[in-house]
């Protein structure tokens, strides 16, 4: 069996190693090598940067683990347990200075994902999941918001350049019908995350990539919230849609999202 509690002992180290490069960048004087890889779909030199850092740490420590990245081609590995890291989720704030960002590892093995770390150092906030060990912020537990229900909560809403933006529309106004919040913050981890912390009542999205999401969809699981059922190696394959929420409003979220989704 995979030693899981050691690899994650190595993700919480690792994020925070790799974060200090990351913050360097975002506090620096000088100006950001960025590239547009589409409609606000940005690449920084600091992410291709800090997911090198994460790289290589991993393969000192783990060098028969497999390493999927958002930013480098993937890497194999014998032993059957990939990492999967996106250095920077929130790129877009990060190049124009607003400080929601984060660094995200997931660990993945037979087809689940083991372990998820989300990692906001701007304000020192480590969101740690094990599966079947619960999730933690800065290891203090968390739970979702499993009692609350969506005219007295807040529901986020993700959009990218891979999908139609108008798919987003009718997702909004459904919520805006039953008198419920929408937020978005440009980072699905971190709103992910704050799903599984309970100050987010759910979070949902046509179609994201395995390493934006797969550690938050472990955490809200492990905060005692609901997920869809999926393969972590096809959403690593070809990503998918992503709904979350606390327990009282997850029916009526999935609603939503198959009534403005089924046709795309």
């Known amino acids: 069996m995979f030693d899981v509690l050691s690899r994650l002992e190595s993700a919480k180290e690792i994020c ?10 975002f506090h620096s004087d000088d100006g950001l090598k960025i590239d547009q890889k589409g409609a606000q779909d940005w690449v ?6 800090v997911e090198r850092v994460i790289r290589e740490k991993l393969q000192g420590q783990w060098p028969d683990d497999g390493i999927i990245g958002e930013e480098q081609a993937a890497t194999s590995g014998t032993s059957g347990f990939d990492w ?4 920077i989720d929130g790129t877009t704030n990060f190049i124009h200075g607003i400080p929601s960002w984060t660094i995200v590892l997931a660990g993945v093995a037979q087809g689940q994902t083991q372990i998820g770390v989300i990692y906001d150092p701007l304000i020192d906030e480590m969101f740690v999941a094990i599966r079947g060990g619960g999730a933690t912020l800065n290891d203090a537990k968390i739970e979702a918001a499993n009692e609350t229900p969506l005219n007295k909560g807040t529901i986020a809403v993700g959009y990218s350049n891979r999908v139609e933006a108008k798919n987003v529309l009718p997702v909004i106004e459904a919520l805006i019908q039953r008198n419920a ?7 699905g981890a971190l709103s992910l995350a704050y799903v599984a912390a309970g100050r987010l009542l759910g979070y949902m999205e046509e179609h994201m990539n395995a390493w934006d999401c797969l550690a938050g969809q472990l955490l809200v699981q492990e905060a005692g919230g609901m997920i869809e059922d999926q393969d972590a190696n096809q959403m690593i394959a070809t990503g998918g849609r992503v709904v979350v ?5 997850f029916d009526e979220v999935q609603a939503i999202a198959n009534s403005a989704w089924s046709t795309h």
Do not use: Q, W
């Open 44 to 49: 920084s030199e600091a992410d291709i940067n």
């Open 16 to 25: 925070r190693s790799a974060s200090i490069e990351a913050v360097r960048y």
């Open 181 to 187: 919040m929408f937020h978005r913050n440009a980072s």
């Open 245 to 249: 929420a606390g327990r009282t409003v």
């Open 84 to 87: 999967v890291i996106d250095p």
